[in-house]
């Protein structure tokens, strides 16, 4: 089976700018999570979606948002961007919502100038 | 903060050595999962050791649970310059409806 997919790997943004990420799950898997990974805050949870509905949200604010198409991709946009959103952001699917293991994409490593 | 906690921070040991990495957790878990992550990369599922195990092997990996003292261990045995990476324990609370919870992880790295 392929891997999860995410798109674009890089990306460079100004301050105010919006930007959209996606991600392609591993076939199958219904479940769809996001996180942003910084060196000060590490691994903070973005959202999860299954079967096109939001389950979980993190505690970020409403610039973050996501959603879930019927064939299980999922994008995740960000508007009026700050320089403190540069991170990798990671998707990561599973074939459930809980106690199975998550499959992470390489991450889109987004800089914010 | 839910947020798990490793330990050490940060570990250096020669090949062929053990490394033994900690992780803590403040609340009643359904599973404990470790993952690895090269530089910049996305993460790599290990293992995963649900709140009913004690301990669970794979390959050169041991991960043992201990739900009294919330806390978790991942020991590589005979380490090797490709070990050299960053190690997360995320737990799964048992709380139903909510997400992984990464801790800020331990860096690995082992010198040939």
């Known amino acids: 089976k392929a891997g999860v997919t995410q798109t674009p790997r890089y990306l460079i943004k100004t301050r105010g700018q919006q930007v959209t990420l996606s991600c392609s799950p591993i076939s199958g898997h219904r479940s769809v999570s996001w996180y942003q990974q910084t060196p000060g805050q590490g691994l903070q949870f973005l959202f999860e979606y299954f079967s096109e509905t939001q389950r979980n949200k993190g505690n970020f604010p409403g610039r973050f948002s996501g959603r879930q198409f019927s064939n299980s991709r999922s994008e995740m946009n960000v508007s009026t961007l700050e320089l403190g959103d540069s991170a990798l952001y990671l998707c990561a699917s599973s074939s459930w919502t809980s106690g199975v293991e998550q499959f992470f994409g390489p991450g889109t490593r987004l800089t914010v100038l | ?112």
């Open chain 2, 1 to 112: 903060s839910q947020q798990g906690e490793e330990d050490p921070q940060a570990l250096s040991i020669q090949e062929g050595e053990n490394a033994t990495m900690n992780c803590s957790y403040k609340t009643s878990i359904n599973n404990l999962q470790w993952y690895r992550q090269n530089s910049g990369r996305g993460l790599v599922h290990l293992i995963l050791i649900r709140s009913n195990e004690r301990e669970k092997h794979s390959g050169r990996l041991r991960v043992t649970l201990d739900t009294s003292k919330k806390s978790s261990s991942l020991l590589i045995t005979a380490s090797r310059a490709a070990d050299t990476a960053s190690y997360f324990c995320a737990n799964e609370i048992n709380s139903g409806n909510t997400p992984l919870v990464f801790g800020k992880g331990t860096r690995l790295s082992v010198i040939a």
